[in-house]
T-cell receptor, first 111, second 112 residues
């Protein structure tokens, strides 16, 4: 099927290694952040979120780090698997405003 | 999480025609959102649709081009009017509770 993110930056990682995907957000007033995974031909899928009163949150094989000083968000994926290959987007919001999405990064897992 | 479905999943349309995309959520939600994702790009918010009120459009999007309906708490439609090839894109419906937003599978539109 047609792929999204054809012109996005790509991160290539060996299977089993850890992946780190970075995102710079724009609004210093944003207080909520989400990482989404989008596979080809599908809508974005929620991975993990974090609020601005935290600087780290862990899920299953994923960790999100938030650095408000430099407006930077990162997603760490442990023991990357071929099924992790997708485009990853960060998104931010403030209060109940709709999410604003970052540019996205394509993760390519090399078996 | 909410389960969101969209119809059609894809379509190929002639320029100058209009297409209405339907979005159905499996539970009642206050806010629904419509996004556009152009090829190789990120998601851009078109409008926010609340039941019982006019949709709120983002800068660069107007009601005449993208009319939206929100007749109840589980359903919304987005119409892409008087289409041109520049409207070729994926159109995504989203809803959620609080900050969390969940997305439908998208409608892949190609305008010839």
């Amino acid at each position: 099927g047609e792929s999204v993110g054809l012109h996005l930056p790509t991160l290539s990682v060996q299977e089993g290694d850890n992946s780190i995907i970075n995102c710079a957000y724009s609004n210093s007033a944003s207080d909520y952040f989400i990482w989404y995974k989008q596979e080809s031909g599908k809508g974005p899928q929620f991975i993990i979120d974090i609020r601005s009163n935290m600087d780290k949150r862990q899920g299953q094989r994923v960790t999100v780090l938030l650095n408000k000083t430099v407006k930077h968000l990162s997603l760490q994926i442990a023991a990357t698997q071929p099924g992790d290959s997708a485009v990853y987007f960060c998104a931010e919001s403030r209060g109940n405003t709709p999410l604003v999405f970052g540019k996205g990064t394509r993760l390519s897992v090399i078996a | 999480s909410a389960v969101i479905s969209q119809k059609p999943s894809r379509d190929i349309c002639q320029r100058g025609t209009s297409l209405t995309i339907q979005c159905q959520v499996d539970s009642q939600v206050t806010m629904m959102f419509w996004y556009r994702q152009q090829p190789g790009q990120s998601l851009t918010l078109i409008a926010t649709a609340n039941q019982g009120s006019e949709a709120t459009y983002e800068s660069g999007f107007v009601i005449d081009k993208f009319p939206i309906s929100r007749p109840n708490l589980t359903f919304s439609t987005l119409t892409v009017s008087n289409m041109s090839p520049e409207d070729s894109s994926i159109y995504l419906c989203s809803s959620g509770r609080g900050n969390e937003q969940f997305f439908g599978p998208g409608t892949r539109l190609t305008v010839l």
